[in-house]
């Protein structure tokens, strides 16, 4: 489950968010996927962070309250990345490669002007706030550390570098998970938003440690770069954040036609289906969808008692493989 739409803006409040959270557990969820990013970026009038640390406090403490076993959950978190004060500025990309915004820091504005020209800023779809990369190994280290103490562990089982920093060399910032497991802060690393080349680059300073790849994939955005099919190849997991993603935009609602054409038939939402079909890509692909009610859970983990036919495979498949060839046609 990811925990995202808990934390940031339009969250829900925070007996909801736990509910939620239990009633992912209780229906077998067996991990959590968090970040240190996942807070309301700035109090208004200060540009200081609300309440850092939210959504991994949120997990803690829904983790805490829940009757079941805790030693059978797996949590998650990321590091590299956090929140701006602005919005991509105007006319700018607000996807990954977006235009510069002030972002939140601790250091000095000396310091933060000094690095701020090179950050990648990222933006989610209809959100006020975005984030900024910031994946210098001290930060890195610094935040694990943090994130760590949010949760309340000795040791965090699962770290993420968020996301790439084109102000960082990779080496460099999959360095800083390294040292992270040799000091014995972190048990197994994972890296997101990333190509082929970066995944063999995290293979070589990470060796075995390397469990995880975090990439977006769904129907309205299918992994054009194959690096699903690459973590295949090479025994990873594959967990795909926003696997529901493009629900919302106008220009991604074609994409999802043959889903509901599948979801008609069978009765059910095509948010269900979608996710059915993602399960049955790759055996150790984990989708994180995320929810603000316990409503959203239910139907959500539906999908794994849901059984797609060949037909509606092929199908599937078919209409998602014309949206790739699109997609890499344009890349």
Not at 178 to 201: C, F, K, P, T, W
Not at 282 to 310: C, G, K, M, V, W
């Amino acid at each position: 489950m990811g925990t995202m739409a808990l934390a940031i803006e339009g969250r829900p409040d925070r007996e909801t968010a736990i509910e939620t959270i239990h009633a992912a557990l209780d229906e077998g969820v067996r991990y959590l996927d968090t970040a240190w990013s996942y807070y309301l970026p700035s109090r208004p009038g200060t540009g200081e962070p609300e309440d850092l640390g939210y959504g991994e406090r949120l997990v803690r403490d829904a983790l805490a309250s829940w009757d079941g076993p805790r030693e059978r959950v797996l949590v998650a978190t990321k590091t590299g990345y956090r929140r701006t004060c602005e919005a991509v500025a105007a006319g700018g990309d607000t996807g990954a490669s977006g235009a510069s915004a002030a972002g939140v820091s601790r250091e000095t504005p000396d310091a933060k002007n000094a690095v701020e020209p090179a950050r990648q800023h990222l933006q989610a779809a209809g959100s006020r706030y975005g984030w900024m990369a910031d994946s210098r190994p001290e930060t890195m280290i610094r935040d694990a550390k943090e994130s760590a103490a949010h949760l309340g562990v000795e040791a965090l089982d699962l770290l993420y570098s968020h996301g790439p920093d084109p102000a960082v060399p990779y080496a460099d910032q999959v360095g800083a998970l390294r040292d992270l497991l040799d000091a014995g802060v972190i048990r197994y690393a994972g890296i997101s938003r990333v190509n082929r080349e970066q995944i063999d680059i995290a293979r070589g300073i990470l060796g075995d440690k390397l469990i995880a790849v975090q990439n977006q994939f769904s129907p309205s955005h299918p992994d054009p770069e194959h690096t699903l099919e690459y973590c295949e190849q090479l025994g990873l997991a594959f967990v795909c954040w926003s696997p529901l993603g493009g629900f919302l935009d106008p220009v991604d609602q074609h994409a999802y036609d043959q889903f509901r054409e599948v979801a008609a038939k069978l009765g059910v939402s095509h948010q269900r289906v979608t996710l059915a079909w993602e399960l049955a890509q790759y055996p150790r692909l984990f989708a994180i969808p995320s929810a603000r009610n316990p409503q959203e859970i239910h139907d959500s983990f539906a999908a794994t008692r849901l059984e797609l036919t060949p037909d509606d495979l092929a199908l599937l498949n078919a209409s998602v493989a014309t949206r790739r060839q699109t997609m890499a046609a344009g890349m």
